[in-house]
């Protein structure tokens, strides 16, 4: 009874929070960049998706379930949410007055110029005590400020573990799509090499009986080192973005679940990014500046009660015996009762304090500002991408049918005996970089697409 009167209702001095406004434009920016992004404006919000339904490839899928299950990261990062709720679990708890039980024992002699009675004596003494020991009451809500400081830190903690899923989500399907890409890149290499040995065997074969000179064939030969060099590059590479998909999942995985090539990889449904730039401050990483600030404001309330009176509570109620035997009979009862007030009259710390809190706060706005436009330049990016890309691959896709016919024609007129071997070289090298570009802009929409669900905030179930 006595607690639940004493307890203070619930009021703090930290000032009323208001959101910041939006330091970014509302509406997405429009230009020639942004025309083919608006085709898919009747595609579902990253909202209405969950990265299961968002990535429709089923062997990604499980290889992102592994991620979330094993990755060492996001596993730390997870722990550190259970570190912050535990910290705010002890600082709420500072609200509660702590009782505790203490028995003790205590014996003095005094020697006889010191006794009443002038003979030594000997005392001795008996207790058993249940009491509350300097228990603060939060008139002023400095405790109630704090414990809105650890809960807000908390919920930061806990956004940023949402973000890092994003992250791992996102990195899982990036480093999955750039071996499927480099999958391709080596397959196309082997491809090459393979049409270029064939060419050396038969530029060879006519300079054997004269009918072509040695310059060309140590062009073609030319042609098959570097092929040889290609496919032992693209060899390599494969192996370090298998390595790094590896230690993004966090265990070993089957091999058959990797993508052959990037043609064979489901790909990822279309979103849209809403009208509105609101959207943003539902992000993870938006949401964590939001709550450190909110904490910071709470911070404030702290140390404006600094500048008021503590008050603070001990009392006991026990026994007290000079034998044990007679410690629990009957007349025995003891109790005290010491409330304090600690009134501040100077103490220049207090000033510096608050002024520190208040710096914070400001940090703590244009760090939450910072957030909402890093991630406004994030998304118009990907928006910027999405809007073009399309015509990339179409200008790509033309540009490889265009080589290779310049390719054929020209292979046909050398065996002809009309144009040299140079023109073929050439035709050559030409396809085999259109071929090239094509496989990286395809890769490029893909990677833009996850891109694009991951900066909307897809993926932080």
């Given amino acids: ?20 406004p939006s330091p970014v434009p509302e509406e997405w920016p429009k230009g020639a960049a942004y025309q083919d992004a608006k085709s898919v404006s009747g595609a579902p919000a990253v909202t209405e998706l969950r990265w299961q ?16 299950k094993n990755n060492r990261d996001l596993r730390l990062v997870a722990l550190n949410v259970e570190r912050a709720r535990a910290i705010y679990g002890i600082q709420r708890a500072e609200l509660l007055p702590t009782i505790n039980a203490v028995g003790s024992e205590s014996k003095a002699r005094v020697p006889a110029d010191l006794s009443s009675s002038g003979k030594v004596t000997t005392s001795e ?36 573990r949402r973000s890092a899923q994003i992250l791992l989500v996102s990195s899982v399907a990036g480093a999955y799509l750039t071996l499927a890409a480099d999958r391709e890149n080596l397959k196309l290499a082997v491809s090459t090499l393979e049409t270029q040995e ?5 530029i060879r074969k006519r300079y054997d009986v004269g009918l072509v000179s040695e310059l060309d064939l140590r062009r073609v030969q030319s042609q098959v080192d570097a092929a040889r060099g290609d496919v032992a590059h693209y060899t390599q ?40 730039s609101e959207v943003l401050l539902r992000r993870p990483d938006v949401l964590a500046a939001e709550h450190r600030l909110k904490a910071s404001n709470a911070n404030i309330g702290a140390a404006r009660a ?40 100077f103490d220049a710390r207090t000033w510096s304090a608050y002024d520190v809190t208040k710096a914070e706060k400001e940090m703590s706005v244009a760090q939450y500002e910072k957030a909402i436009q890093i ?23 033309s540009l490889v049918e265009a080589v ?17 071997y140079l023109s073929v070289l050439d035709a050559q090298r030409s396809l085999y970089a259109a071929q090239q570009g094509l496989i990286a802009v395809r890769l490029a929409k893909l990677a833009n697409q996850v891109k694009l669900f991951a900066v909307l905030g897809g993926g932080a179930e």
């Fill in 306 to 345: 600094a500048f008021f009176p503590r008050i603070s509570l001990t009392t006991t109620i026990g026994t007290a015996s000079p034998e044990l035997s007679g410690l629990f009979k009957s007349g025995q009862g003891t109790w005290t009762f010491a409330p304090q007030i600690v009134m501040p009259i």
């Fill in 125 to 160: 003494r008996y207790d058993v005590n249940l009491g509350i020991s300097s228990w603060e009451l939060d008139f002023f809500g400095h405790i109630r400020s704090l414990k809105d400081r650890a809960l807000e830190e908390y919920l930061a903690t806990d956004q940023a």
């Fill in 375 to 397: 991630a406004f330049r994030e998304v118009v990016d990907a928006l910027a991408v999405r809007g073009t890309v399309n015509q990339q691959i179409a200008a790509q896709q």
């Fill in 198 to 202: 064939n060419t050396y065997k038969l």
């Fill in 1 to 20: 009874m006595i607690i639940t009167i004493l307890l203070p209702g619930g009021c703090t001095l930290a000032p009323e929070y208001t959101r910041p």
């Fill in 237 to 276: 590479v494969v192996a370090l973005d298998e390595n790094a998909l590896n230690l993004l999942v966090g265990s070993p995985f089957s091999p058959e679940i990797l993508p052959p090539e990037l043609g064979n990889v489901s790909p990822p449904r279309e979103i849209s990014s809403g009208l509105s």
């Fill in 404 to 420: 290779a016919e310049t390719y054929r024609l020209s292979n046909a007129r050398y065996m002809k005996g009309i144009d040299s």
């Fill in 53 to 68: 339904e968002f990535f429709t490839d089923k062997k990604l899928q499980k290889i992102i379930t592994a991620a979330l």
